[in-house]
């Protein structure tokens, strides 16, 4: 029950992307004197920032092969490399949005720039609650082991985890990509 009411949780959030996206889509002509977003954008570190976060999904996989053979010290190996690359991630969001707001691009501007912090923020606002989440499950593991209620978290934070770097594909996609494209 505890995977079924958190998959529902997560359509919810489905939905609330959703409206994020349409509104970024719908305010990205609203630059109100700006540059262009291949101007604002710097697709390579955008790339590596991504790099991060997709691998980071690829090393909790290993989490979870490890917490199936009931291997807890490689559970807590992967999860540490995996909460490294999501604050590595992080930080890089952090030094972009410092990056833009110090040029002048910040989220007052115009309506597409508040549409593009708001979404782009969102998602490391749900990165950053993943982080916090992984540091709890860590300290849980160690103190209880992988027993029931740990593994269920860690596939529910797995589930979540997973469900953030296919937003992010779309963010990646949609805000940088297309924007790169003119």
């Known amino acids: 029950m505890t995977v079924l009411g958190f998959w529902i949780y997560l359509m919810s959030d489905c939905i609330v992307f959703a409206s994020l996206f349409a509104a970024y889509v719908t305010l990205s002509g609203s630059m109100s004197g700006n540059p262009g977003n291949a101007e604002m954008f710097d697709l390579p570190y955008v790339a590596m920032e991504t790099g991060c976060l997709l691998v980071s999904s690829f090393t909790y996989g290993l989490a979870i ?8 010290d490689l559970v807590m190996r992967w999860l540490g ?14 030094n972009e949005f410092h990056h833009m707001i110090a040029e002048g691009m910040g989220p007052g501007e115009n309506a597409f720039l508040s549409s593009f912090f708001t ?13 916090i989440w992984m540091i709890v499950l860590m300290a849980q593991v160690t103190q209880w082991g992988l027993n029931e209620v740990t593994r269920t ?13 296919i937003i992010w594909i779309g963010v990646f996609t949609v805000v940088y990509l297309r924007g790169a494209m003119g």
Do not use: N, P, Y
Not at 65 to 72: E, T, V
Not at 119 to 131: C, D, E, F, I, W
Not at 153 to 165: A, N
């Open 119 to 131: 979404l782009v923020g969102t998602h490391g606002a749900h990165v950053t609650a993943g982080l």
């Open 65 to 72: 092969l490890a917490m199936q053979k009931g291997r807890s």
């Open 153 to 165: 978290r860690l596939m529910c934070l797995s589930l979540f985890w997973h469900f953030l770097d």
């Open 81 to 94: 490399v995996t909460f490294l690359l999501g604050l590595t991630f992080i930080a890089m969001e952090v």
